[in-house]
C-alpha cells in the first residue's frame, strides 16, 4: 500500500526535530500491519485549500499508480484560517478535491489542528465543524483531531514556545496517537484488508 | 533553510522500517546548525532521470518561495540502469535538469547507489563515472556514494534480504553517515552560511 499525506506544514512535520511529523509516525507504527508499506509526503508550508486544490491532482497521480493500492489523505484549512480565507471558498475547495479524489482512491480527510493566536484558533475551530459537515456530504471519513489536541497541553506549549504554530516532537508524536487510536482512522486503514 | 530532496525510491526512504531514509538522518543531523531546516522529500519509486526531468521544477518551485533560502539535491540513475535507458538520454536528462536548477538554487547530485542484480549493477556503478563527469562540466558538485556503500556489507545485506533493491534502517543510516561525513557534502550545506 502507498499512501499520500497532502496538505499545509503540519503535515510536512515542520518543526519536528525527529523530521518525522505525525505522518511518519503513523507510518511507523501502521508497517508492522504493512511490511510493505511506503509514505509520500506531500506537505507545502503555507498552502492554503487553493494551492492545495492546484496541485494535489499531478502529485498524487505520478507517486499512486494503478496497479498497486493506493490511499489519499489530506490536512488543509489551517492557512485558510490564518489568511482568513473566505469560509465558502475553502469549503468549495474541499468539496472538489474530496469528490475527485474520492473517485479515484480511498481517501480520509483529517480537519485542521490548533494554532497560538486565538482569533485564527478560532476560525480554524469552526471550519472543523464546516469540514466535518462538507465530508459527511460526500460520504469521506473525516478525523476530527483539533479538540483532542486542545486538550493536550504538549501541542499549543510547544508551538508557543516555537513559533507559534508548529509543534515539537511532543506535540506530532500526540497528533500521531490520536490518529492510531480514532476508529475512523482504524476503520479506513483496514478497509479492503 | 528549505532543501527539496528530488529522486527514487532510495531519496523516498523505501524499505526503512524508520521511515525517515537517508534524507530524513541526513536532516536530523544538520538540525543542530539549522534549526528552522525543513525538508521535502520528492522521491518517487521507480521514478528515471526523464520522469524527474518532466516534474522537478513544478514540485520543487512550490516548495521554494524565492524570499527563502532554498535548496536541491538530486539522486536518480539507479532506475535508468535498471530498465536499460540508454546512458547518452540518461545524461543529457541529467545535465538539463541540473543546468536550470542550478541557475535558481544551489544543487547537488548524488550518485546512484549498487543494488543486487549484477547486471543492472555494473551499469549503476558506470553511471555514476559518467553523472560525475556531467557535473564536472556543469560544476555542480557530485557526491558519489557507489564505491563506500558496496564496502559497507549492511548496504546489499538489507538490500537482499528485502526486495533486491532497497536497505533496511542499517543501509540508509550507513548512507547517511557516508554524505554527512564527505567533504562535498560538508562544503555545500555550509556554503553561503
Do not use: K
Not at 57 to 75: A, K, M, N, Q, Y
Not at 98 to 110: D, K, Q, T, Y
Amino acid at each position: 500500500m502507498r499512501i499520500c499525506f497532502v496538505g499545509d506544514s503540519m503535515v510536512n512535520g515542520t518543526g519536528d526535530p525527529e523530521f518525522l511529523g505525525w505522518t511518519g509516525r503513523v507510518l511507523r507504527r501502521e508497517r508492522h500491519r504493512r511490511p510493505e508499506l511506503t509514505g509520500y509526503n506531500l506537505g507545502i508550508r503555507r498552502d492554503t485549500s487553493g494551492q492545495v486544490r492546484t496541485r494535489w491532482r499531478d502529485e498524487v497521480t505520478r507517486r499512486l499508480p494503478t496497479e498497486i493500492e493506493g490511499r489519499v489523505v489530506f490536512s488543509f484549512g489551517v492557512n485558510d484560517a490564518v489568511q482568513e480565507v473566505p469560509v465558502a471558498e475553502t469549503l468549495a475547495n474541499a468539496a472538489a478535491i474530496l469528490a475527485e479524489a474520492s473517485s479515484r482512491w480511498p481517501v480520509l480527510m483529517m480537519g485542521p489542528v490548533p494554532i497560538v493566536p486565538e482569533d485564527a484558533r478560532a476560525r480554524s475551530r469552526r471550519l472543523d465543524d464546516e469540514l466535518a459537515a462538507v465530508c459527511g456530504g460526500l460520504g469521506a471519513p473525516y478525523l476530527a483531531v483539533f479538540d483532542a489536541l486542545l486538550e493536550t497541553p504538549v501541542w499549543l506549549a510547544e508551538a508557543g514556545a516555537g513559533d507559534g504554530a508548529h509543534p515539537g516532537a511532543g506535540g506530532y508524536g500526540r497528533l500521531a496517537e490520536i490518529v492510531l487510536a480514532s476508529p475512523v482512522w482504524q476503520a479506513w486503514i483496514t478497509s479492503g484488508a
